[in-house]
């Protein structure tokens, strides 16, 4: 049973273009959450999603990020117009009900 | 204030050692607790749920105090590869979860 996967891995992107980054939950679980942690600094939540719905966006920022997580496929979220502020690594977790388990990570790096 | 509080560390310990770590969350709301492990740069790995309780899972032990809103880990016998930063992390019930900045462990020959 594969874990939480990720990708890319890393990705470098320079100030105002787009990021996309991936996540597929483990086979089974249907709640994917996505997580940021800065440079130094713990995880924070960003969003929560379940097929085809957001739950809990409250640690979004209000601009330029957006998440999805379609019926079929994986949960993408979405950085418009980096800033070098976005600068991170992006953790996704899945859940089958309580516990969540995590993908190896996006770093992101804006230049 | 924040939502949940753990010592940064580092704690310094020779193999065989027992340390302690403690954390204080804020909520007192919150229904699920867990620790969780991360390697230098890599992810958070589940370590193990935290019950009313308390439970043991070979070295490890992790114990929950409602009434003053604190949870504890204990690592028996430390070896190297305990080397490690520990997350205390808390779930109000929300489906989100709430991480400490972590406790860093080095365990030295």
């Known amino acids: 049973n594969a874990g939480v996967m990720q990708n890319p891995r890393h990705l470098v992107r320079r100030r105002g273009q787009e990021a996309r980054l991936r996540c597929s939950p483990m086979?089974?679980?249907?709640?994917v959450y996505w997580y940021r942690q800065l440079p130094e600094e713990g995880l924070k939540f960003m969003v929560y999603?379940?097929?085809?719905?957001?739950?809990?966006e409250s640690g979004m920022p209000k601009e330029r990020f957006s998440a999805e997580f379609p019926k079929e496929g994986p949960s993408i979220l979405r950085i418009q117009q980096v800033v070098r502020g976005d600068s991170a690594a992006y953790f996704c977790?899945?859940?089958?009900?309580?516990?969540?388990?995590f993908g190896p990570g996006t770093r992101l790096t804006v230049t | 204030r924040k939502e949940v509080e753990q010592d940064p560390g580092p704690f310094n310990v020779p193999e065989g050692a027992t340390v302690a770590f403690n954390c204080t969350y804020s909520?007192?709301?919150?229904?699920?607790f867990f620790w969780y492990r991360q390697d230098c740069r890599k992810e958070p790995k589940l370590l193990m749920s935290?019950?009313?309780s308390g439970n043991e899972d070979g070295r490890f032990t992790a114990q929950l105090n409602r009434a003053s809103q604190y949870i504890s880990l204990l690592i028996r016998d430390s070896k190297l590869s305990d080397s490690a930063t520990y997350l205390c992390v808390v779930n109000a019930n929300t489906d989100k979860l709430i991480f400490g900045t972590g406790t860093r462990l080095q365990v030295f020959p």
């Open positions: 977790a899945s859940s089958p009900t309580n516990e969540q388990y």
């Open positions: 999603l379940q097929k085809e719905n957001i739950i809990d």
């Open positions: 935290v019950y009313s």
């Open positions: 909520n007192s709301a919150s229904q699920s």
């Open positions: 086979k089974g679980h249907s709640h």
